[in-house]
């Protein structure tokens, strides 16, 4: 049987952390009107993704319904419902990016890591992602590593971008 | 005592390709130098020759050092600060004169411009208020908290002054409408999502001059009687949102912002909504639906905003390349507003010049301003001695400009009458690698992404449209794909609910416009011309130039070569999946692509 | 932030902060910057001139650095080049000198005639 939330958090010292960390958060917010999207954003950042008693948590602390927060997230892709790998590998396929051989990019990550946007590598190392511009179309075709983004990226350097993330 | 200032361009493109250890190198060196005291960092926006990034500015001299990297930095430090000699290897050099240029007004990329809304952008720290402030910032509130509401909104409409989001509606006009409307409280909002893929202008503004746009948010505050602003940001722009959130901070602290601000009895504060990756929520309606913490899904029009906007209340919503060019009209005046530009498109307009150009990066130059000039004069024309085939404006609600309109003064009114639109200015430089099937199907296939679903239309008919074009791509065309693509685009654009819907067919509808015979040699020929279509190329080996060096064989992934070394290789067309490697990897050009 | 008054002090300090930055027309004083220089005391010179133009309130002249002028056994070697003036080259620019150098020639629009070592061809 699933245990409740309660029960879990006093097991587990270490979720329970982040369900402070995200109380306060909310605790802290001037008005809640209208600030269901940026809590999710703050959850997404503690908890690395989504799951069920999260947005439960988020439903009965803003006083929104359930169905509700649901509607929201799977509206945005900015919010993943599962856990990320180690490292997030975004493409650009915006414009700008497309037009000087982004996709070329791009097919060389899938293949490398074998896996398709919005997937997770099998060892929890890598999640692949397409964007639509990051705003560094000056130095198309882009990749972002987590932080770190590479400009002129060609499918020759894609071995050695990924080898620096372990 | 301060003798140099170096100014290092932190704009998203230099961060790119490694600002941030040039400036630890630059740093590093100036204290092993001990003149950590005497010469200064500073952090600026983006410059806008993105292209030659990262960008280093010596100051008094100006000198313009660009492609700077970690291992060459010191060179600034050691040469031109300790030893006064400038570091002529980082100048840049003057293609056509081979001349190496010692400051920015001896590029051409610089000298053609003409910087308003980006005037503080790359030119002032933006973690400064106080440098915002010496550039004349915050004085247009003043001077606007003098004057009446209804005197700043006749300014504006003097200034003939027309929004940047895209679709070009009398700012004014906006603003009286949202003055005159009945129901309080009522908001502001600026909309920084920047949807269309390929533009960066808001996001270099909100980088590099935030305060800008907290001034002409509390501006519009005081005109329409509003005490509360919200700033749309888009997730993917995280350096934005916090130079912003910064900038509202500091703005408090100076009582900008707040309660009663410079004694004027005005009261206005700003709040960040950070969006969270959805196309539509661009579009001003399904925008504010976001604010409000909801799905980002449109509605009718009308109501407008200004009527029914924010939790139903009257809201003004402008773009933030609109919101940056207020303090300016507002310190200077109509008349100067309208001393560049043309008639009906009075002022300047910012692009990202991107794609296959030479120079990219950001533009500001006056309306009217041609094709060629962008793209030729400023954008040093296409790489590689390629043939310019096509600009395309507007993102995924836009279309194309072809060569033949090279010599046409952009505006709002002239580029319509070509079936596209001006965008927010984004405009994405084609050569004659590029099959226009292709990119009008990856617009297609964006808007298909990023339908909201709420109308069957937009979800569906783009969908069908999408299909439509995959079929050509592939080489399944069939006659008469052609009209039921401009029949179901036309049904398209008539019965959408929102901007999305009825703008998604425009990419294709202009490229079959001006492009025909591609897309017929793609559906009767089963040719791609431009040699991007996948499926309908074929690759196979020229006899006289293979070697036999067996490098294509290993590279294949599906093993469709074969060939003993120093014996000419054979493709097998059944098995060959057109991936290009061996074309890609052939140092004889022996692999012919056609 | 209580007024109009307030907002054009903090303009008129931090537009002296962003001095270096801004475009200054009426000349440059061009410090000779190469390794003898610096040895002989280049850098005091340097630091000097700009603490003396800024003491004189003086914003539309340029301080800037360059290689050796090949002068070496005059250095430091300062050079003032005002607009529309002939260019006057000083030896010998120590700390003293220099403030003089700003005080007459630069301010005054008088030349340091025994510093001088070699002046433009009129
Ligand atoms: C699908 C769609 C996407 C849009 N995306 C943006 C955008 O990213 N940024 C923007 O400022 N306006 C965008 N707009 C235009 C806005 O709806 C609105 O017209 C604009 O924010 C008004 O500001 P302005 O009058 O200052 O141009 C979009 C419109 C549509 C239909
Ligand atoms: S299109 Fe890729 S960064 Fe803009």
Redesign the interface.
């Known amino acids: 049987m699933k245990m409740n939330l309660e029960d879990r958090l006093k097991e587990n010292p270490e979720l329970k952390k982040q369900f402070d960390v995200l109380d306060a958060y909310i605790g802290e917010l001037g008005t809640p009107e209208g600030s269901l999207i940026n809590v999710l954003h703050r959850a997404q950042e503690i908890f690395g993704y989504l799951p069920d008693e999260v947005l439960e948590f988020v439903s009965s602390r803003l006083n929104v319904p359930r169905s509700t927060v649901y509607g929201v997230v799977t509206f945005y892709h900015f919010f993943s419902r599962v856990p990320k790998g180690r490292h997030t590998v975004t493409v650009c396929l915006g414009t700008a990016c497309y037009v000087r051989g982004g996709n070329a990019v791009y097919e060389k990550v899938m293949r490398t890591l074998g896996i398709k946007a919005g997937e997770t590598t099998r060892d929890g190392r890598f999640s692949l992602d397409l964007v639509r511009c990051v705003g560094a179309c000056g130095l198309a075709p882009v990749v972002v590593i987590d932080k770190d983004t590479y400009g002129r990226s060609t499918p020759e350097k894609v071995a050695m971008l990924l080898n620096k993330y372990a | 005592?301060?003798?140099?200032?170096l100014?290092v361009c932190a704009g998203?493109?230099c961060?790119?390709?490694g600002e941030k250890s040039v400036k630890d190198v630059l740093v590093d060196e100036l204290k092993k130098n001990g003149i950590e005291d005497?010469v200064q960092v500073i952090e600026t926006g983006c410059m806008g020759a993105?292209?030659l990034?990262p960008i280093v500015v010596v100051?008094?001299?100006g000198t313009f050092y660009q492609k700077v990297t970690a291992e060459n930095a010191g060179l600034i430090v050691n040469e031109?600060?300790?030893?006064?000699?400038t570091v002529d290897g980082l100048l840049y050099t003057e293609p056509t004169s081979e001349r190496k240029a010692q400051t920015s007004g001896d590029i051409p990329f610089y000298t053609r411009q003409v910087k308003r809304v980006l005037r503080n952008c790359g030119?002032?720290d933006p973690l400064?208020i106080?440098?915002y402030?010496?550039r004349?910032g915050?004085?247009a509130l003043?001077k606007a908290l003098e004057m009446t509401p209804d005197d700043i909104i006749q300014v504006l409409v003097d200034s003939g002054l027309r929004g940047r989001g895209g679709a070009g509606f009398p700012t004014g006009r906006k603003w009286k409408a949202t003055r005159e409307a009945k129901g309080s409280p009522k908001y502001v909002v600026c909309n920084g999502d920047?949807?269309?893929?390929?533009?960066?202008m808001d996001?270099?503004v909100l980088e590099g001059d935030p305060h800008s746009i907290v001034e002409a948010m509390a501006i519009a505050g005081y005109a329409i009687g509003a005490e509360q602003g919200y700033m749309y940001v888009r997730?993917?722009?995280p350096l934005a949102i916090e130079r912003f959130e910064y900038a509202i901070g500091k703005a408090r602290e100076?009582?900008?912002l707040g309660r009663n601000i410079?004694?004027a009895g005005f009261n206005f504060d700003i709040?960040i909504?950070?969006?969270?990756?959805?196309?539509v929520c661009g579009e001003e309606t399904a925008l504010l639906r976001?604010?409000?913490?909801?799905?980002?899904?449109p509605s009718v029009k009308p109501p407008f905003p200004a009527q029914s906007g924010l939790w139903n209340k009257p809201t003004l919503i402008n773009n933030v390349e609109t919101y940056a060019n207020i303090p300016q009209i507002i310190t200077n005046g109509a008349e100067w507003f309208r001393s560049v530009g043309t008639l009906k498109n009075p002022g300047t307009k910012v692009f990202?010049l991107?794609?296959?150009v030479q120079n990219?990066?950001?533009v500001e130059v006056p309306m009217g301003t041609t094709l060629r000039e962008l793209v030729f004069d400023i954008g040093g024309g296409i790489p590689g001695g390629k043939k310019f085939k096509a600009a395309?404006t507007g993102?995924p609600s836009g279309g194309v400009i072809t060569a033949d309109y090279l010599d046409m003064p952009i505006d709002f009114d002239s580029v319509k009458e070509i079936g596209t639109i001006m965008g927010s200015g984004?405009l994405?430089v084609?050569d004659e690698d590029?099959c226009m099937v292709d990119?009008a199907k990856?617009?297609l296939g964006?808007t298909v992404d990023e339908s909201?679903g709420k109308c069957t239309p937009c979800r569906e008919g783009t969908r069908q449209m999408y299909q439509m074009m995959e079929r050509i791509c592939d080489g399944k065309g069939r006659d008469g794909d052609i009209e039921r693509l401009n029949k179901l685009a036309n049904m398209i654009e008539d019965t959408s609910l929102c901007g999305l819907g009825q703008s998604a067919p425009n990419p294709v509808l202009s490229t079959i416009r001006f492009y025909e015979d591609e897309y017929r040699a793609h559906i009767y020929e089963k040719k791609c011309p431009s040699h991007v279509c996948k499926h309908l190329l074929t690759y196979s080996v020229t006899p006289d130039k293979c070697v036999g060096c067996t490098a294509c064989a290993r590279q294949c992934?599906v093993h469709a070569i074969t060939g003993e070394v120093k014996k000419i290789h054979v493709i097998d067309q059944s098995k060959c999946t057109k991936?290009?490697s061996c074309y890609?990897i052939c140092r004889f050009s022996a692999i012919r692509k056609e | 932030m209580k007024s109009l008054e307030e907002l054009k002090r903090i303009k008129e300090q931090t537009l002296k902060e962003m001095d270096l930055r801004q475009a200054k027309e009426r000349g440059k004083v061009i410090v000779a910057m190469g390794t003898c220089g610096i040895a002989a005391g280049a850098k005091d010179a340097l630091m000097a001139i700009i603490e003396e133009l800024e003491k004189a309130d003086i914003h539309d002249v340029k301080v800037v650095q360059s290689g050796c002028m090949g002068l070496c056994d005059k250095e430091p070697t300062v050079e003032v080049a005002m607009k529309d003036q002939p260019a006057v080259i000083y030896g010998d620019v120590n700390d003293a000198n220099a403030r003089r150098i700003v005080r007459e020639h630069v301010q005054g629009g008088n030349v340091v005639a025994d510093l001088v070592i070699k002046r433009e061809n009129i």
């Open positions: 005592m301060i003798r140099n200032q100014l998203g493109a961060i790119t390709s005497e993105c292209d990034g100051y008094p001299e031109h600060l300790v030893k006064g000699r030119v002032i400064s106080e440098e402030i010496a004349d915050y004085f003043g920047e949807g269309d893929p390929g533009a960066f996001r270099s997730a993917e722009y100076y009582g900008f410079l004694g709040e909504r950070i969006g969270a990756g959805a196309f976001s604010i409000e913490g909801k799905r980002g899904t990202a991107v794609g296959k990219t990066g950001l395309q993102g984004g994405v084609l590029n990119i990856f617009y964006f909201c992934p991936c290009g890609e």
